[in-house]
């Protein structure tokens, strides 16, 4: 052999090793590559109002979604919208952070979720509702690279406020075309399209707040016709059913709560029955009791409520739809839940309602009420901003098919929203940096849970707001409503999710235990918290009425 046939077998066998060295080196990143991360979150969507929670309303991409991957069916929320986002933001109680009631900028010691990510090579966008009225802006303040901010909850058409990159933009004007849940379904695909082209290698995490199905009831009419027939039979009826398709998915094992025909919706006042007129009701009365002009009335709401569910689910479609044009779904954790149960909150505002106008169009404003309201929280009790089950239990989702092997499974482990942070964190390889003076996260990592139910044990689970306080420590909960301050009730969730067999009785010396813990850690993350930072008077004047 010559020596240039030497020569050029050596290095044919020094480039061939090399490639193989560059090869594996190339697959052990991809192993090690961290997931995509998207949450959507809904506004004021029930636990049983989705297809795969045993709702009629369509919903194909969530119902593919948990197909695909997991369903937990005891998640909670706080019961209420900005602390909610808080928990989900910060991986706090609202009460730690000054957020519920709101008392100005957060404790100087809090990290929002980019703040955690961003170090670990995350980019971060935000598209939608914000309000954690601790840290007003979601750029300059909540850390994320983009954002598109949404804060006319009073306009789904025409909104006067919203935000791109903390700059407000123009108002929209009406009959223009935009309708606010397609309209961040695309500045998501925009922003995804953006990191594709520009920082492909980098993983990312978008955060998607909707504003549907919150008050005012508004969506596209074409929308609203397809649902024009389905609730003529009544909410009496549609919750049974709701309730038997629950039961048959293994989602609740409890009986059917009994509706409350006397529970008056938090800030009501007389005046907004003459606005919206004669078709309008206070209470979730017995569906054969309502007058013919009644039912209508309700049965053109809960078309719309149904409808708004449908587009955001269409949406949804359409960004994963940008995700497998990507060529990322199989890596993207994908998380979907809701920030608190239905509203039976009834109250005009915005534009105002023009009773001439097309139901669900920009001139009208309607709310869901209390009879539709208890059927979005089938099978539980009470509604938004009451810590009764039907105020704060949410569905969860998660779908992520190379991280999660079980498809179609329910896990009955008990989470909470401040697990997110956690959860997060576990899956970016990060470990919380937490300055001097923040307390430990209280929540849990979900990550076991995707393997195996039953993975994740906490001590305990804290509700506290505007006066409704509650308190979970295994199958037992505590609670008590704002209307009878010194009541507290006891229920044992295990055999009672529906909270309808008052033990507190039976079980005092359970109840005060519980009691005096909850008590503990009330004053306890008020303490966390310290005083008041700087005002915020816009978000003390906007906390009732959001």
Known sequence: MNSSLRYFLKTAALWAAAFCL?????????????????????????????????GEIAT????????????????????RCWPTRSCIMSGYYAQ???????????????????????????????????????APKPVADGGFDHSYWFEDWDRYFSPVKHYEDDVQAPPVKPDSGYYATTAFADHAIGFLKDHAAQHAAQPFFLYLAFI?????LQAPQEDIARYRETYVKGWDAVRQ???????????????????????SPRYFKPEVLQTLGPGEIQFAVPWNDLT???????????????????????????????LRAMNVLEDTLIFFLSD???????????????????????????????????????????HKVWVHEGGISTPLIAHWPKGIAARGELRHSVGHVVDFTPTLLDLAGGTPQLPTGAPPLPGRSLVPEFAKDGSVQREFVFFHHEGNRALRMGNWKTVSAREDANVWELYDLGKDR????????????????????WTRHEEEFRRQAGPAGEPLKKAAKGAKSE
């Open 22 to 54: 560059l090869e594996l080196s190339s697959d052990a990143a991809a192993a090690q590559r961290k997931p995509n991360v998207v949450i959507f979150l809904a506004d004021d969507m029930g636990f049983s109002d989705a297809g795969c929670y045993g």
């Open 60 to 79: 194909p991409n969530l119902d593919r979604l948990a197909s695909g991957g997991l369903r937990f069916t005891q998640f909670y929320n706080t019961a």
């Open 96 to 134: 730690q952070i000054r957020m519920d009631p709101p008392r100005g900028r957060l404790p100087a010691w809090t990290r929002l979720l980019p703040h955690h990510l961003k170090p670990l090579d995350y980019r971060c966008y935000h598209v939608g509702k914000w309000h954690v009225m601790g």
């Open 212 to 216: 549907s199905p919150h008050f005012p």
């Open 241 to 263: 059913r709701r309730y038997e398709r629950l039961r048959e998915m293994g989602i609740v094992n409890c009986g059917l709560a009994a509706a409350e025909p006397k529970f």
């Open 292 to 322: 013919d002009e009644q039912k209508k009335f309700q049965v053109t709401k809960m078309s719309i409520h149904a409808a708004m569910i449908s587009r955001m689910d269409c949406e949804i479609g359409r960004v994963i739809g940008q």
């Open 340 to 382: 608190n149960g239905t509203d039976a909150t009834m109250i005009v505002r915005g534009d105002g309602h023009d009773r001439e106008a097309a139901p669900g169009s920009w001139r009208s404003f309607l709310c869901l009420g209390a009879g539709w309201s208890t059927v979005g929280n089938t099978p539980f009790r009470r």
């Open 498 to 517: 529906c909270e309808q067999v008052n033990l507190a009785a039976q079980q005092p010396d359970k109840l005060k235990e519980m009691v005096e813990f």
